[in-house]
Nanobody
Framework: QVQLVESGGGLVQPGGSLRLTCAAS???????????MGWYRQAPGKQRELVAR???????SYEDSVKGRFTISSDNAKKTVYLQMNSLKREDTAVYYC??????WGQGTQVTVSS
């Protein structure tokens, strides 16, 4: 059974940084690396949206509002995907979820950007 566990969320002031981590278990590193991985977020009253994605080939894509501020990366040996978030804004406040292979989701981690 594939499990994804996120960590690294919290309260940060505008302009600050956070690094989210998503660790996968229940699969081998080879299988992990063969599927795309993504970070999504859902703010109160809004639909879940894709923030960043990394393909099995290493290609990265980002939602327009986070380009230049967020970076997605992965460590296939550790079966882990990261989201480095810099220059955070209040509108980045949301629950962030990692996704693996489109079908598997973590439980979410809250990111709150507030002074």
């Amino acid at each position: 059974q594939v499990q994804l566990v996120e960590s690294g969320g919290g309260l940060v002031q505008p302009g600050g940084s956070l690094r989210l981590t998503c660790a996968a278990s229940g699969i081998s590193g080879v299988i992990f690396s063969r599927n795309p991985m993504g970070w999504y977020r859902q703010a109160p009253g809004k639909q879940r949206e894709l923030v960043a994605r990394i393909s099995s080939g290493g290609s990265r894509s980002y939602e327009d509002s986070v380009k230049g501020r967020f970076t997605i990366s992965s460590d296939n040996a550790k079966k882990t995907v990261y989201l480095q978030m810099n220059s955070l804004k209040r509108e980045d406040t949301a629950v962030y979820y990692c996704n693996w292979g489109y079908d598997y989701w973590g439980q979410g981690t809250q990111v709150t950007v507030s002074s």
